[in-house]
């Protein structure tokens, strides 16, 4: 595939109970669903890092339902948060929920030899992958975090690498990776300081905390300031440098300048799920889900987001319900919208029918733009988009202008399946 050939040239790898840790809910939290038919593991790799880490995503999947329920629940058991049965969500509830979206959806493997395997999304080792790889990362993002915490770092200064999970077939080569990405074995032990780059170079994923690959039962263990000088890495006294800054910077530049062949790329593989602007690029879902965090902190907030224009399936069901053509209409929402919206279905939903709009409501709304069930006239320049997402029905109302040729969010609403009346 070409869009994946450019990307290639120019790969840029820089249980329930107690209280929830704020950096494990913000890396679980931070995700958009982007869908990647195209995509495998190895693919993904080549995607910049700082992409990656606010998509949730899974190879070879283009499924809005199935990843955004991935995304609710996993947002769910990180935060300690029950669901809407009243329960926590655990691993085997997740896995037996994703299962039953996956028959419903037919989206079981086309060569039935994978069925089962990793390659199958609703077998039960994929599903439970999935779980435990991003419960794992969030919770060990937290733990970077706070090991990067000026005082954590200067008493707990170096950690270890080794072995805390039991693997049926465990990897052997740990300790030459290790060296080839700078990190000193002393005493047979495979030990760093926190601070340094080895423990992104290590990393498959490009990151600085486990797992540092695919199903790996590797881990780190801190380790004292007195320990850290006695092995040599310090000397008393000196200081650490923490390197969370430094690394969103990493984070940031990997986005930043991007070549136009690598951005038609990304075009080419994404659509309008990601957006560019300045040779920079973003998740189209992150930018809404961000717009909306900065309206709820900042009520005087005035600002309008474009969104993309109308895709052929969208003017082709309009023109089928009667509206003008939308051929070149661009989808905008205005923060004085979204917070009337907030404050009318973000805090309460008053009609018992309907349920109240959520960060993740938002992520879903350019699928309804950009691949609605039904189109329905409203009054001359008003129209109404609906998609039936997992048992939601959601709503979308807009205000055609033909003098710029857009659409403007005027309402949005979600209710469960049955017919749609209000």
Same mark, same amino acid.
């Given at each position: 595939?070409i869009?994946?050939?450019?990307?290639r040239a120019?790969?840029?790898?820089?249980e329930?109970? #107690?209280?929830? $840790?704020?950096f494990?809910v913000?890396s679980i939290?931070? !995700?958009?669903p982007?869908?990647?038919?195209?995509?495998?593991?190895? &693919? /993904?790799?080549?995607?910049? @890092?700082?992409?990656?880490? !606010?998509?949730?995503?899974?190879? %070879?999947? *283009?499924?809005?339902?199935?990843?955004q329920?991935?995304?609710?629940?996993? %947002?769910?058991a990180?935060s300690?948060?029950?669901?809407?049965?009243?329960?926590y969500?655990?691993? +085997?509830q997740?896995?037996?929920e994703?299962?039953?979206?996956?028959? *419903?959806?037919g989206? #079981?493997?086309?060569?039935?030899? =994978?069925?089962?395997?990793?390659?199958d999304?609703?077998?039960?080792?994929?599903?439970?992958?999935? /779980?435990?790889f991003?419960?794992?990362?969030?919770?060990?993002y937290?733990?970077?975090?706070?090991?990067?915490?000026? =005082?954590v770092l200067?008493?707990?200064?170096? +950690?270890?690498?080794?072995?805390?999970?039991?693997?049926?077939v465990?990897?052997l080569n740990?300790p030459?990776?290790?060296?080839?990405a700078?990190g000193?074995?002393?005493?047979g032990?495979?030990?760093?300081l926190?601070?340094s780059?080895?423990?992104?170079?290590? $990393?498959?994923?490009?990151?600085?905390?486990?797992?540092?690959?695919?199903?790996?039962?590797?881990?780190l263990?801190?380790?004292s300031?007195?320990?850290? %000088?006695?092995?040599?890495?310090?000397?008393?006294?000196?200081?650490?440098?923490p390197?969370?800054v430094d690394?969103?910077?990493?984070?940031?530049?990997?986005?930043?300048? @991007?070549?136009?062949?690598?951005?038609?790329?990304?075009?080419?593989l994404?659509?309008?799920?990601i957006?560019?602007?300045?040779?920079?690029a973003?998740?189209?879902g992150?930018?809404?889900?961000?717009?909306? &965090?900065?309206?709820l902190?900042?009520?005087?907030?005035?600002?309008?987001?474009?969104l993309g224009?109308?895709?052929a $399936?969208?003017?082709?069901?309009a023109?089928?319900?009667?509206v003008?053509?939308?051929?070149?209409?661009?989808m905008?929402?205005?923060?004085d919208?979204?917070?009337?919206?907030?404050?009318?279905r973000g805090?309460?939903?008053? &009609?018992?029918?309907?349920?109240?709009?959520?960060?993740?409501?938002w992520?879903?709304?350019?699928?309804v733009?950009? =691949?609605?069930?039904?189109?329905q006239i409203?009054?001359?320049?008003?129209f109404?988009l609906?998609?039936?997402? &997992?048992?939601? @029905?959601?709503?979308?109302? /807009?205000?055609?202008n033909?003098?710029?040729k857009?659409?403007?969010?005027?309402?949005?609403?979600?209710?469960k399946?049955?017919?749609?009346?209000?």
């Amino acid at each position: 595939m070409i869009a994946l050939e450019e990307i290639r040239a120019q790969a840029i790898d820089i249980e329930p109970g #107690g209280e929830a $840790s704020p950096f494990a809910v913000e890396s679980i939290r931070r !995700r958009t669903p982007v869908l990647s038919r195209y995509l495998n593991s190895q &693919d /993904w790799k080549l995607i910049s @890092l700082a992409l990656r880490q !606010r998509a949730q995503f899974s190879s %070879e999947v *283009e499924n809005f339902r199935l990843m955004q329920q991935i995304q609710r629940r996993l %947002e769910q058991a990180i935060s300690q948060l029950r669901n809407e049965r009243g329960v926590y969500v655990n691993e +085997q509830q997740f896995v037996a929920e994703m299962k039953k979206i996956v028959e *419903e959806e037919g989206l #079981g493997p086309i060569d039935p030899r =994978d069925i089962g395997t990793l390659k199958d999304i609703g077998s039960e080792a994929r599903l439970r992958l999935i /779980w435990r790889f991003q419960t794992e990362q969030a919770n060990e993002y937290a733990r970077w975090r706070m090991a990067n915490d000026p =005082d954590v770092l200067n008493a707990f200064p170096a +950690q270890e690498f080794k072995r805390v999970a039991v693997r049926r077939v465990p990897r052997l080569n740990w300790p030459e990776r290790f060296t080839a990405a700078g990190g000193r074995i002393i005493h047979g032990r495979m030990i760093d300081l926190v601070n340094s780059t080895t423990w992104e170079n290590l $990393s498959v994923f490009g990151q600085p905390w486990p797992p540092f690959d695919y199903n790996s039962g590797m881990g780190l263990v801190s380790l004292s300031r007195r320990e850290t %000088e006695s092995l040599g890495l310090l000397q008393p006294g000196e200081k650490v440098t923490p390197r969370y800054v430094d690394f969103n910077a990493q984070l940031e530049a990997s986005v930043r300048d @991007l070549s136009e062949r690598y951005q038609n790329a990304l075009k080419t593989l994404f659509g309008d799920q990601i957006v560019i602007e300045d040779g920079a690029a973003k998740w189209q879902g992150n930018i809404i889900a961000d717009l909306y &965090d900065r309206v709820l902190k900042n009520p005087g907030l005035q600002q309008e987001l474009s969104l993309g224009t109308a895709t052929a $399936s969208t003017v082709q069901k309009a023109r089928e319900a009667g509206v003008e053509d939308l051929t070149g209409y661009r989808m905008v929402i205005r923060t004085d919208e979204m917070r009337k919206i907030y404050k009318k279905r973000g805090i309460e939903e008053a &009609d018992p029918t309907q349920a109240v709009i959520t960060q993740n409501d938002w992520e879903a709304l350019p699928f309804v733009w950009r =691949d609605p069930d039904s189109v329905q006239i409203r009054r001359p320049r008003n129209f109404i988009l609906t998609k039936r997402i &997992d048992g939601t @029905l959601y709503v979308a109302e /807009w205000i055609r202008n033909r003098e710029n040729k857009t659409v403007m969010l005027r309402t949005f609403w979600k209710k469960k399946a049955g017919p749609l009346t209000r």
